[in-house]
């Protein structure tokens, strides 16, 4: 696998010549457990237990919570507006509708989009999407200073809406949400950036600045190896 600081090159490379001015300001790339200290001040904060997670052979965070555990992760952030992705994919999931989840929280209220094997939503009696989220998919959360909430997957706009409930915190989030739920779900990086609100025209998603990706399958090929199913 690149080492991240190759991978940070050729990104700002790509977006030098397409004229983008925006980065992704943290990069996740599930090489290690959220809140490993070796991340250095990459790491993140869990929320109940980081034993839920397990990182594959294949460079995942395979995360597998049983009703009586909860583990999400987060970063602490301090802005009205910003934009999350990550590509994951769905196996089961079950109890409340924030059993497993990403988003952006605070200042004002939380932009959580629910994460199902059959579709995605957004969260507190938003609207849905139908999808199968076994396969991965690229899923994208905006949400801006007004807390409107965009969603995209694989760089299609599919939802809209906005921000339901307050946890009271100011955080990038995701992971499983729920004491009482369960789930599982595989991981293959989480990014976000804090300046603002980018449609995957304005800010590329992170899979296509380091590989030929299918967005609807799986990432193949990675400088010459195959990476993740």
Known sequence: MLKHSVLT??????LATRGI???WEHVYECNNIPDDKALGNGVWEVFGTSEI???????????????????FFMRAIDTKAATVEARVRVLSQAGASYSLLMGIEGPAGDAWMDLFPDHIAIDNGGPTHVLDMTKYHILRVTKDAKNKIVVYVDDKQVLEGVIGGNSGRKDIIFGS?????????YWDYVVYTTAGVFSPNQLPNYASTVADVDVSGKLPIMWGKIKRQ
């Open 9 to 14: 090159f050729l990104f700002i490379l790509l």
């Open 53 to 71: 997670g397990k990182i594959t052979k294949d460079g995942e965070l395979h995360i597998t919570d049983t009703a009586d555990k909860v583990g």
């Open 21 to 23: 001015a925006v980065d």
């Open 177 to 185: 949400g729920s004491t009482g739920g369960s789930s599982e779900s």
